[in-house]
């Protein structure tokens, strides 16, 4: 891993300030081609989305599915599913952001951005019997009796509150079980810069100076030990690690699954 990964790509989107699409990301690498994105996840979508490819086809193009429903969260300005939606069209996606950003985009196995937030997810129906944020959430959905077969997420971790990564395993995952009538989702996979272990053994000193930088910009920030992760899995979802996927510039992606 390098000090360019990771923040600079999608799920930076989900910490950013107020404004419109180009003053709130003024700062990122762009170039002409892609005046909105950021070089980083133009890079990192492609092979992303190889992986992804062979994860649909194991898991459900193999057995026969015909189509399956993705929920991206921290969604940032949308680059991945631009890239990925003309890839198959049976792969539906529904972007989400705390923050609106991302790029609508004119295809039919995409829905309309819902704004998501990973703080405010943790918002629990009160005593009056009143929903919670997840149900509310679903009803806004474009396509809201469509049930959802994967969770996906890209560099939301490192650089986000570590709250926002908790409430996807406490708060995402049980509450769209809940509200797909129990049906809950089969996979989540997660993309991003990680620790391999507490230490951080699998870290050279470019990362370290790259998690530096995050807690100097927060210090809630900085590169998490998927190990922890597994933790919240188990103990929120009971779903397990099934994959660690190594990537491009000592990222990973993880993938989740059920027992």
Not at 102 to 114: G, Y
Not at 130 to 154: A, I, Q
Request: aromatic fraction near 8%.
């Amino acid at each position: 891993m390098t000090a360019t990964t990771g923040s600079e790509g999608q799920g930076a989107a989900s910490t950013g300030a107020d404004g419109d699409i180009k003053n709130r990301f003024a700062n990122w690498e762009t170039n002409e081609e892609h005046p909105v994105h950021h070089a980083a996840t133009i890079r990192n979508r492609v092979p992303i989305w190889e992986n992804l490819q062979q994860i649909f086809q194991e898991r459900y193009w193999g057995a026969g599915k015909e189509g399956i429903s993705v929920l991206e969260l921290a969604s940032g300005t949308g680059a991945h599913v631009e890239y990925f939606a003309g890839k198959d069209r049976r792969v539906w996606w529904q972007q989400t952001d705390y923050k609106l950003s991302t790029v609508p985009l004119d295809e039919e196995n995409v829905a309309k951005p819902v704004e998501l937030d990973l703080i405010k997810v943790a918002d629990e129906a009160d005593s009056e019997g009143s929903e919670g944020y997840m149900e509310g959430m679903l009803k806004k959905l474009e396509e809201g009796k469509r049930d959802f077969n994967v969770v996906y997420t890209c560099n939301l971790c490192h650089i986000a509150p570590i709250e926002c990564t908790e409430n996807i395993f406490k708060h995402v995952i049980p509450g769209l079980e809940k509200g797909q009538g129990g049906k809950g989702v089969d996979l989540l996979v997660i993309y991003g810069p990680f620790r391999t272990d507490e230490e951080g053994s699998n870290l050279t000193e470019d990362d370290w100076e790259f998690d530096k930088g995050l807690k100097e910009k927060d210090p809630g920030y900085g590169i998490r030990n998927m190990r922890d992760l597994e933790k919240l899995a188990e103990q929120w979802t009971g779903m397990e690690l099934k994959e660690t996927r190594e990537m491009p510039k000592g990222n990973f992606l993880l993938v989740f699954g059920k027992k």
